[in-house]
């Protein structure tokens, strides 16, 4: 924290020390590596976005195998009561 702050002091007192057209060319250069930046993310998000249609996918599948599995617990839990109820009345 207090390495951003000096960071940032001397980033002030080095623009205070610098003329017009350098403050526009350092301001520049920033401005520049700032979009760079933003340009490599937009250039990522259709990857980004085919990746989260494979975990929705997945998810999906997950889903509907936990729907499964929970309809043959049921039908197996009615068959152990049904079994256990037959054996109570032997």
């Given amino acids: 924290m207090i390495a951003h702050w000096f960071d940032r002091a001397y980033a002030m007192y080095t ?7 350098n403050k526009r060319d350092l301001l520049g250069e920033v401005l520049h590596d700032e979009l760079r ?3 490599e993310y937009v250039k990522d998000l259709p990857a980004i976005k085919h990746r989260l249609v494979k975990v929705e996918d997945g998810i999906g599948n997950v ?3 936990l729907i499964t599995l929970e309809a043959i617990t049921r039908d197996h839990e009615n068959g152990l ?8 009345g032997s």
């Fill in 81 to 88: 009561k049904a079994l256990a109820d037959r054996l109570a």
């Fill in 63 to 65: 889903h509907d195998r």
């Fill in 37 to 39: 930046i933003i340009m």
């Fill in 15 to 21: 623009m205070q020390s610098l003329d017009d057209e």
